[in-house]
């Protein structure tokens, strides 16, 4: 069967809210998950979007999906794009549903004059490195990745 990538439309955000639930059970961070669908079409289809989405599906059935919103790079001046999740049910891994996904995240980025696509691997799923290294894709490794959220965000948007 022939698995067809598509941008995602309003009525398709329970199906990714879904997806979001079993990346989180397979990453182990359900209790970080907080979304509701009006949260996700807001940040999706409102007024402005903060993200796009594209959705993997085969015989009309979704199978993955990724998730990007776009990023400036102070020192080149110019636009990037930032892969939040790329996610493929287990079930259909290892048949080119994943490369279809990123060459989909990759594919609005030259036309849109975008300088790079950027994304984070945990560090346990060697799985997903070696995805990615196979992509051409290296880590980079003289940064690392700080989040700021909850109380602590909370309590610095006091200050």
Partial sequence: MTVEIRPAEPADVPVIAELIWQLARFEKLEKEVVLTEELLKAGLFGNRPYAEAVLAEEGGEPIGFALFFH??????????????????LPEHRRRGVGRALLGRFARPAVPRGRARLEWALLNWSKEARRFCRRRGAHPNSEWTVYRLAGEALQTLARE
């Fill in 71 to 88: 990023t400036f790079s102070t020192f080149l001046a110019r636009p990037g794009l930032y892969l939040e999740d790329l996610f493929v």
